[in-house]
């Protein structure tokens, strides 16, 4: 019969709650959680990246292309042993909702770009991380809206791979208000994204929303109260979120994909 030593159970135990642990990976009810901007490239520097990220066949829709190294990061992105530069790339091609250009992601090593591949819409690098622990960084990319009176963050976590981009999770919407809307009912909704390692190895993610209600001091003004659980997953629809505002002490849940709150509605 075989025995476990009290030293080896309990040293499981830590084993196991060590990799439980959860790290807030992002956490967008700070309002300067993207202030910080990289320094700017020479232009010597630049010149040689978009020389080897723009292609000969790319053509621009409007006018000239006008490429520019619009953000970069310090990482190890295709090998845990170097020091690498991730940039990215807007061609200024106008082809894109709003006249915006096509935005290409590269990796460069030693000044020469080993890979690079499309993001369009995703114009800022908010983070660089490595959820996995394997040496190789992630990338969490950002891009923001503004619309009739309501601004928002969509974000997005990926892998450089050699064969191409991997995205290891679409968080989607991770910020949305309203303050500049005539809608009577005004807030922020930010979420809270946390990872941890699972018993397989595998990495989880998990996510937490938050809403803080806010009202008008003037016509430019706007004062918020603290922000207050909201649900977890994605983004509550509009719908909901008007529910919420006018019911917070109902539950949203996420049910395959589907919000509901738990009062039950006569049919």
Known sequence: MNKVSFAGFFLLLFANSTLAQTETLLDYRTEDFN?????????TTENVVISQ????????????????????AIGSFTDPQEDQVVYLVDLGDSCHHGYTGTIRIAVASSGKVVTYGDVTGYSTIQQITDVNGDGINEIILERNWAEQGYSGTYAKLIEIKPKGLLTLNDFEKVYEDNLSSINPNLYKIASVISVNQGSQGQTVFTRKNYIARCFEVDFEERECSSYEYMSEG??????????????????????AGVYHDSTDYAR
Do not use: G, M, W
Request: with cysteine.
């Open 35 to 43: 202030f910080e901007s990289s320094p700017q490239l020479s232009a």
């Open 53 to 72: 990220v723009v292609r000969s066949t790319d053509k621009a829709c409007f006018d000239n292309l006008s490429p520019t190294v619009i953000d970069y």
């Open 234 to 255: 994605k983004f509550l629809e509009y719908e909901d979120i008007e529910r919420f505002i006018s019911n917070p002490a109902k539950e949203f849940k996420q049910d």
